[in-house]
């Protein structure tokens, strides 16, 4: 590992410990972004992972930076999944930006004092994306006019910039397709009322409404015909993003058991002492060293062909193993696993938040799927023997009794 990882991970840690996990009850109960935290989190060099050093990022791999979530998900799955999507945005900014998106955004980007996050979900448009409708107009000055409505917006309000995938043309498909960044202060952008997330309510989610918003074309991120494969590449390091904070969730739900399960008496001695509490909490620490090994396989495995399937078993398995874990960890407990204090309830619900966001695991199951189509097709073909079932006859009906 480079010094300059071992940095980040180390000040990713330190920000999970000393900034998140003691405020994010608070943080919480008062239904607004940490913005302060946030500023910290820039300070610490983890708002621009992996942007160039030039625009000041921190110019690491995904493979590395992708680490950093491990950390900060031992302090809140939520606040980790919101910055990533900023490092993602800031990166496609950065990577793919016009040079005078660069010396506009990158480097407030980079350093956090601007957020950023990622439009592509309409009301009705998740799973299947190529249902969207938000439109853009290509005005003779090259601007660009754009109405519609993004719907489960994270960071609502609050980002300073929004990489918004729109359409450029009423013809079906996603041929049209293209990403731009819209900023928060553009005329005629709104937002809806904010979701009420019990678990995660500071994280300002809501509708973004699009009323003929003119955009400069130093904006587009993603040109005409590229918005739905960049945002798909953005979904699949998201997705790699989501298991890697699972993994920081599960490790903070299996030491909340074990810090309260080696002191419980019971039974003349622990219960960290029963057999059957162990095998509980071992599957949860199997569970947790699987789930690290597969994230950061997948992480490897981004922009090469196998990033997309590797993306998807990590988001189908790490998320579902992150649910059962907190669980688990919860049932530990007793009855104590469900007080607000422990937490585990709230690891629970964020869990299962996790399972969703990002494409859901059913999503994952049918990546997986077409990809296990894909290697049949290339298999020799298995039949049965010859001579078997020749003599099966065609069912009977059953006579009534
Ligand atoms: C906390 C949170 C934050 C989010 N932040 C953002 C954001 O910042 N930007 C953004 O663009 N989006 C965001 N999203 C949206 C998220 O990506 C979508 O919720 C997700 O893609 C699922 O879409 P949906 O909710 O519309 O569910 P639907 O697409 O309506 O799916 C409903 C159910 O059908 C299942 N399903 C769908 N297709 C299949 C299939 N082929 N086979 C079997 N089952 C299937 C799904 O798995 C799901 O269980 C966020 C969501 C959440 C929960």
New binding site residues.
Partial sequence: MSDKLDAILAAARSHATNVIAPNVDAWNASKSWPRDASDKAGAAGLTGLYAPEEWGGQGLSLSEGIQVYEQLGLGDGAYAFALS?HNICTFAGCGYGTEAFKEKWARDLTSGRKLA?????EPQS???PMKMYTRATINDDATWTISGS?A???LATEADVYFTVVKTSDAPGHKDMAMIAIPADAPGISFGPLYDTPSYNFLP?SEMYLDKVVVSEENIILSIGQGLQGSLMAIDIARVSIASGCCGLMQAALDTALSYSKNRKMFGGKNLDLDGIQWMLGEVATDLEASKLLYRKAAEALGTPEGPLMAAHAKRFVPDAAVKAANTCTQVLGGMGLLQPYGLDRLSRLAQ?LR????????SR?VIGRALQKRAASLPDLTVPRGFGEKATAPTAVAAE
Avoid: R
């Avoid at 996050?117 to 979900?121: E, G, H, Q, S, V």
């Avoid at 969703?356 to 999503?363: A, K, M, N, Q, R």
């Fill in positions: 999507m996050n990622f439009a592509l979900t998740g799973s299947d993004k489960w917006v994270s989610m938040m969703i966001v990002d494409g859901t695991t059913e999503i049918v």
